[in-house]
């Protein structure tokens, strides 16, 4: 029995600190982190290389080099696109949480004027 409820101590302690520091349940970075990895999940079925054939002759090699430079460079451009985006995302996420930091910062400052007043 007390070695159940020791190990029921410890995982009550390693919840409530999994739930303090995890960003994926935080109001504003959970979203954002789900929101990435759903980007990075469709970039992944995104191939540099394009070696399907759509006809069944030969191409040369200068229209398959054609081909895969116009390849990648539509993936490269996809990639810079959604990398820019995620960091707006996570810029603005940062922000906000900065913001409700601030706020609270200048709340308690308030706080402490008021009670200096009192006295």
């Known amino acids: 029995m007390w070695r159940r409820n020791v190990l029921q101590k410890h995982r009550e302690q390693i919840k409530a600190i999994l739930q303090t520091k995890?960003?994926?349940i935080d109001d504003t970075f959970g979203p954002i982190l789900r929101m990435h990895r759903r980007q990075c999940k469709e970039l992944e079925t995104h191939r540099i290389i394009d070696l399907k054939s759509n006809n069944i002759e030969i191409a040369t090699y200068e229209e398959f080099d054609k081909k895969q430079r116009e390849k990648r460079k539509i993936v490269t451009n996809l990639v810079k696109e959604k990398s820019d985006m995620c960091r707006k995302y996570f810029k603005d996420g940062i922000?906000?949480?900065l913001d409700r930091l601030r706020a609270k910062?200048?709340?308690?400052?308030e706080d402490?004027?008021?009670q200096k007043?009192?006295?």
């Not at 910062?105 to 400052?109: A, F």
């Open 117 to 119: 007043e009192y006295i």
């Open 95 to 97: 922000n906000t949480v």
């Open 22 to 24: 995890l960003f994926s």
């Open 105 to 109: 910062i200048n709340e308690s400052n």
């Open 112 to 114: 402490e004027e008021h």
